[in-house]
């Protein structure tokens, strides 16, 4: 599973209860209980949302996914779904992922994702009647996570990076060495002759741009994926409404359209934050290197931040340990416990 994320760096059905208000407290609990799925129309096109929750009083979650146009709704059903006790859990399909496929004209860029998720995040703020929500970014989605909370602090509680994505060169440089590394202890030639027709320096990135950063992820992803860390399944093949669709197209396509864009990212020169800021990071992370990640914390500017490290994650610590996921998540939470979220 780890294998497909490494290489891809980068209408409403409701279930609450129809039956009448009663007093009965079992009653008034089902109908409070939350278990959504819709297409929202966002920016011309349609995207959609998965929410669950135990209450419509839950502090609202957001999850944005990585990829570009990787879906996560699979792995957050499978590992995730405990934080709809806690917070109302919303996984979001991007534009051109999972469910929705079919946005082949729009210009992409980051902003558009940006705008994207503010628009979804109006949507949540209004349906459940809350004044802020709280964010998860993973990898790709943990740079729009950070723009999106920059531009727009005051529709946020807090802003959870998982797998930050920083700066695209350093951390590929540096997993590039570690691959190399490797691949000298393991006497593996093959891997290191390879690696040599794909050449590539923290100044200039790869000759061939996004088609030669594809090759190195494929190549080293035996590497890049580390034994100490929990393996996790392939999304692909988890539940039928997702096996059947088109993951690799849009990925590929999505990816580099936007490479040019992530290719140049550095967050070193965007640091200040007006709300909370937690970086859960994998200690095994070497697709978004952890090593930069702790170096980008270290800057930051913010009413208040914590760094947590995930000792047995690579780049997916709220797959790999999803209680400890979980339990971080209620400290974020009571971090915020002045907030009113009714």
Not at 88 to 113: C, H, M
Not at 144 to 150: D, E
Not at 178 to 191: E, R
Request: charged share 20%.
């Amino acid at each position: 599973m780890t294998k497909f994320l490494i290489g891809l760096l980068f209408c409403i059905t409701t279930s609450w209860s129809n039956n009448s208000w009663s007093q009965s407290p079992t009653r008034h609990r089902e109908r409070l209980v939350v278990d959504t799925s819709l297409f929202l129309p966002v920016n011309g096109v349609t995207q959609y949302l998965e929410i669950k929750g135990s209450t419509r009083t839950k502090p609202v979650l957001l999850f944005i996914h990585g990829g570009p146009s990787w879906s996560a709704t699979p792995m957050n059903r499978k590992y995730n779904q405990s934080l709809s006790k806690d917070f109302i859990f919303v996984s979001w399909d991007q534009r051109n992922s999972g469910k929705f496929q079919t946005d082949t004209t729009a210009t992409l860029n980051p902003e558009l994702y940006v705008e994207d998720a503010h628009v979804v995040t109006q949507y949540l703020k209004r349906t459940f009647h809350q004044n802020k929500i709280f964010v998860v970014g993973h990898s790709w989605g943990s740079l729009i996570g950070a723009m999106l909370v920059r531009k727009y602090p005051t529709d946020y509680a807090a802003f959870i990076s998982v797998g930050q994505f920083v700066n695209a060169r350093k951390s590929e440089m540096l997993a590039r060495d570690f691959v190399m590394q490797q691949a000298s202890l393991q006497k593996d030639t093959a891997t290191l002759n390879a690696l040599a027709t794909i050449p590539f320096s923290e100044k200039e990135g790869y000759k061939n741009g996004f088609d030669d950063k594809f090759k190195f992820r494929m190549l080293s992803g035996k590497y890049l994926t580390s034994k100490k860390a929990v393996d996790m399944p392939n999304p692909i093949q988890l539940y039928s409404d997702y096996s059947a669709l088109d993951w690799m197209t849009p990925a590929m396509r999505d990816s580099k359209q936007l490479f040019n864009y992530t290719e140049k990212t550095n967050l070193f020169q965007h640091n200040k934050f007006k709300l909370l800021v937690y970086f859960f990071v994998g200690k095994y992370d070497y697709t978004t290197s952890a090593e930069i990640a702790k170096q980008y914390f270290k800057t930051i500017k913010a009413p208040k931040k914590k760094l947590f490290v995930f000792e047995h994650s690579g780049h997916g610590p709220n797959w790999q340990e999803p209680t400890l996921f979980h339990k971080r998540l209620l400290e974020v939470a009571a971090d915020n416990k002045t907030n009113k979220f009714s």
